[in-house]
């Protein structure tokens, strides 16, 4: 079998694999504190996938085109094991990488490496201790823990490393400057991501959105930029080439002002088994009936196949109209479950 296509002619090619819904921080824009509290309902541990389950969705998906595996969550370090998991996975010839907080990451980073994983993407969305306290919920103290793994990271070529930051009017536009200051010796890729209307908590509004194309001229008044050449379609960030010669790259997700739809080959599974074909989908799609059925006719693979052809999201564009149908507005599921 080869790559299979959508209904839009998108191939199917990437997988977020979420691997717990909970999270050691609150970011204020994902999963704020007055909502995600102690009365909050998270999964049941016994609701979550196996790793032997999770690398048998992978093995089913790899006929359908699979390249790429990213681990989430919620913060994926939380999950006990995880290096258990990304051995397992790593047998399978993909490109195997992670996005974490980077809270729990240097203790962690070596046997990570060592059980295979390929590449780290940090979140890091101010070095200012005040801000990110105000964003997160966490210590100021916690930035520098963050940088250490980042540094770590680059040490045991875990690259390319990327540094992911959410930009928001009037909250941390001074990272801008700062963040480039900070990582412009190291050979990582500082990527700012528009901020998005993913879930329904997190009182995203457009005003607080910073688009790409104003953070790129502010980027430009101080720093030359080249373009770089993309690598393959669905790549979802441009990357730029600063004036060094140390590989820094910054990037610029712009998924609210240039939705990139026509490119995306992803799909998404969450903590507890459920394939969502969209970051803003409203429902998903069960897997564990057919996974935890051994004598059931169905397989994976199949019901995979079933779900990608018949896939025709595309919110970010909706979203861009001048008039969007109402459907979009219903409820979602939260990054946090979901995988960013
Ligand atoms: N906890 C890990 C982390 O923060 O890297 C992994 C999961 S987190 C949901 C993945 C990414 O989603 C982070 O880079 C985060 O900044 C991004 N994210 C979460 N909510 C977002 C939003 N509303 N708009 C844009 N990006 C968002
Ligand atoms: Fe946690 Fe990541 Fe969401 Fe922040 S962005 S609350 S670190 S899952
Ligand atoms: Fe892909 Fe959905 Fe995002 Fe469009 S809105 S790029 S279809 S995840």
Redesign the pocket.
Known sequence: MGAQFDRRGRPFRDLRISVTDR?N?R?D??MPADVFDANHEFLPRSDLLTFEEIEEVVISLIPHGLKKVRI?????LLRRNLEVLIRMLSKHSLDLAL???GLLFTSRAEALANAGLNRV???L?SLDPVTFERITGKSGHSIQRIIEGIEKAVTLGLSPVRI?S?IRRGVNEADIERLIERFQHLPVALRF???????NH?R?DLASVVPSEEIRKHVEERWVLQPTPSLHSGQVAQHWSLDSDTGFEVGFIS?VTEPFCGDCNRARLSANGHIYTCLFATSGHDLRPVLRNPKGLETVTEQFHTIWSEREDRYSELRAQPRSPTAIYLPRVE??YI??
């Open positions: 999270c921080m970011c824009y994902c989430t969550g919620g913060e994926p996005t974490t907080n993407t940090f979140s969305d992911n959410v991501i528009e901020f998005m209307d993913v879930g997190n995203w998924s990054m946090s995988g960013g």
